[in-house]
């Protein structure tokens, strides 16, 4: 079945620890994305690529990096950077100006 | 910058009543508008995408409509049902500067159904 695949599920991150997220796709489609949801807040976006080697930053980059080597790869980490990294994880992707279709999401947690 | 807002954020209804979840955006440029569905601890679900020429979509009991010029979305449940119960988000798509399409979304509203 075509989708996007989340791993892990939940994440839990040490200080001073780099993490990366996973996301991967068959849905054969150019854009994907990276958000983050905290309670009450909705969904921000982080980062954004709309092809292949190629991403920009979204609205709270900072303390995030990406990838994008492959089609159907976007991986997200977080690095030591981000002072308060516990949140919701969604990855999504589109077709040009299309729906997204997101993943299950990654839950991360600071131990 | 385009801010997205829904009311109410919470609402609660008994089983078989008709609803009406509200979105409004500040900047009618927009190039479609997205509702979703997001059940507790899980991702979103695409319910239904209005492109910017349209003024409605319907799936089975759901219609969702638009209304640019006023920067307004609604979205109708017919006969709601215990099932329905999750949150709601609307989601604005549009095009920045850079010629890149991005979505912005609103806090969403959480519907429950009470059998």
């Known amino acids: 079945d075509g989708g996007i695949t989340q791993s892990p599920k939940y994440l839990f991150r040490k200080e001073g620890q780099n993490v990366t997220l996973s996301c991967e796709q068959n849905l054969n489609h150019d854009a994907m994305y990276w958000y983050r949801q905290d309670p009450g807040q909705g969904l921000r976006l982080i980062y954004y690529s709309q092809i292949v080697n190629d991403f920009q930053k979204g609205d709270i980059a900072e303390g995030y990096s990406v990838s994008r080597e492959k089609k159907e790869s976007f991986p997200l980490t977080v690095t030591s950077a981000q002072k308060n990294p516990t949140a919701f994880y969604l990855c999504?992707?589109?077709?040009?100006?299309?729906?997204?279709?997101f993943g299950d999401g990654t839950r991360l947690s600071i131990l | 910058k385009q801010e997205v807002t829904q009311i109410p954020a919470a609402l609660s209804v008994p089983e078989g009543e008709n609803l009406v979840l509200n979105c409004s955006f500040t900047d009618s440029a927009i190039y479609n508008l997205q509702w979703f569905r997001q059940d507790p601890g899980k991702g979103l679900t695409s319910l239904l995408l209005?492109?910017?020429?349209?003024r409605e979509q319907t799936s089975g009991r759901l219609n969702a409509s638009l209304d640019k010029s006023s920067g307004r979305s609604t979205l109708y449940i017919a006969a709601s049902q215990p099932g329905d119960s999750a949150t709601y988000l609307c989601a604005v798509g549009g095009y920045s500067g850079a010629g890149s399409y991005q979505l912005t979304f609103g806090k969403g509203t959480k519907l429950s159904v009470i059998p």
């Open positions: 999504a992707s589109s077709s040009p100006g299309g729906s997204q279709h």
């Open positions: 209005i492109q910017s020429s349209q």
